[in-house]
């Protein structure tokens, strides 16, 4: 978590008690102990609330499976550049090769011309 370890964090922790002092200690661990608490309660709040507005379907989700770190850009554009898509007869097909060698191909009779999905 943003390049802090441990020993880190523990270093950070003995200058700022240094730094508060014994005297205020107390107070300031009492504050962060709260402030943990509240900061729980929220969690666990939003947490019920999307269960109540969800309904039964909110255990029914594999929240693992919505993780954005288990996402990597490389196999879903591969799963995307790959994917048989069935196209119905008629269909306009994306376009497969550049704009120049498309317009250097001229096109039959009754052919659809090219068409670019990307650039609507």
């Known amino acids: 978590?943003?390049?802090?370890?441990?020993?880190?964090?523990l270093i950070v922790a003995v200058i700022a008690a240094f730094v508060i002092g014994p005297e205020r200690l107390p107070a300031y661990a009492a504050k962060l102990g709260t402030f943990v608490r509240?900061?729980?309660?929220?969690?666990?709040?939003?947490?019920?609330?999307?269960?109540?507005?969800m309904g039964p379907e909110f255990d029914e989700v594999d929240w693992k499976k919505l993780d954005p770190r288990q996402y990597d850009p490389r196999r879903i554009i591969r799963?995307?550049?790959?994917?048989?898509?069935?196209?119905?007869?008629?269909a306009i097909k994306p376009v497969t090769?550049?704009?120049?060698?498309?317009?250097?191909?001229?096109?039959?009779?009754?052919?659809?011309?090219?068409y670019d999905t990307e650039s609507t």
């Open 79 to 90: 799963e995307a550049l790959l994917e048989d898509q069935a196209e119905a007869p008629g």
């Open 38 to 53: 509240s900061l729980r309660n929220f969690a666990n709040g939003a947490k019920d609330r999307m269960r109540d507005e």
């Open 97 to 114: 090769q550049s704009a120049y060698a498309q317009r250097r191909m001229p096109l039959t009779a009754g052919a659809v011309p090219p």
């Open 1 to 9: 978590m943003f390049g802090l370890t441990f020993d880190k964090l």
